[in-house]
T-cell receptor, first 117, second 111 residues
C-alpha cells in the first residue's frame, strides 16, 4: 500500500525559533498533501491543503505566515512553524493523495510531536 | 458547519468482548462516512467506509451502518482481540478531498 513518512517524529525547539517538518510519499506521486494538527483528546483539524507547484490553501483561522507550507515536488511537502511559541506545541500529521482521488484515498503519515519550550 | 462527535474514551475491554464505539455527525448535505484506525506508532489507516444511507461498511470483523435518520455511524465488532488496541477516528467527507474527524477513541483490549 501507499506509504507516507514524516520527519522528524519528535522535535523540541526553543521559543522564537523555527522548525521544519517533512512529509514524504514513498511509493507514489502525491499531487495533493494535507496538513493536520491534533490537540490532546481533540480531533484532527485540517490546517491547509497543498497542491504540487502551487500555493497552499489554508483553513480559516490558520496563520499562513506562521505555518509555511511548501509542496515543491510530487513526493515532498514541508511545514515550517516560524517563530514557534509554546502554544504551537502539538501533534502535526500530514496526508497525501493522488490527483482526483476520493476523499478517503488519503494516506497518512505517522505524525510529528512538536514541543516548544 | 460539518462536525463529528465520538464517544469519549478510553475504552477498555477484555478479549472476545463485544465492541461499540458511537459516532454521530452533523452535515448539511449527504456526506460519506468513514472509520479510521491508528495503531501505535503508525499513521491513520482507512478501516471502512459507507457512501450513502443504509450502506454497511465492513473490514477485519468491524462493521458500521450509515443511519441517516439518526445521523449515526457506530462502529461494532463482535469479538475483539488484543491486536485491535488502537485509536479509532470517525470522519465524514462532503465532496472534494476534505475530511472532518471526530476526536478519536482510544481502545485497549486486555488478554
Amino acid at each position: 500500500g501507499a506509504v507516507v513518512s514524516q520527519h522528524p517524529s519528535r522535535v523540541i525547539c526553543k521559543s522564537g525559533t523555527s522548525v521544519k517538518i517533512e512529509c514524504r510519499s514513498l511509493d507514489f506521486q502525491a499531487t495533493t498533501m494535507f496538513w493536520y494538527r491534533q490537540f490532546p483528546k481533540k480531533s484532527l483539524m485540517l490546517m491547509a491543503t497543498s497542491n504540487e507547484g502551487s500555493k497552499a490553501t489554508y483553513e480559516q483561522g490558520v496563520e499562513k505566515d506562521k505555518f509555511l507550507i511548501n509542496h515543491a515536488s510530487l513526493t515532498l511537502s514541508t511545514l515550517t512553524v516560524t517563530s514557534a511559541h509554546p502554544e504551537d506545541s502539538s501533534f502535526y500529521i500530514c496526508s497525501a493523495a493522488h490527483a482526483g482521488g476520493k476523499s478517503y484515498e488519503q494516506y497518512f503519515g505517522p505524525g510529528t510531536r512538536l514541543t516548544v519550550t | 458547519g460539518n462536525s463529528v462527535t465520538q464517544m469519549e474514551g478510553p475504552v477498555t475491554l477484555s478479549e472476545e468482548a463485544f465492541l461499540t464505539i458511537n459516532c454521530t455527525y452533523t452535515a448539511t448535505g449527504y456526506p460519506s462516512l468513514f472509520w479510521y484506525v491508528q495503531y501505535p506508532g503508525g499513521g491513520l489507516q482507512l478501516l471502512l467506509k459507507a457512501t450513502k444511507a443504509d450502506d454497511k461498511g465492513s473490514n477485519k470483523g468491524f462493521e458500521a451502518t450509515y443511519r441517516k435518520e439518526t445521523t449515526s455511524f457506530h462502529l461494532e465488532k463482535g469479538s475483539v482481540q488484543v491486536s485491535d488496541s488502537a485509536v479509532y477516528f470517525c470522519a465524514l467527507s462532503e465532496g472534494a478531498q476534505k475530511l472532518v474527524f471526530g476526536q478519536g477513541t482510544r481502545l485497549t483490549i486486555n488478554p
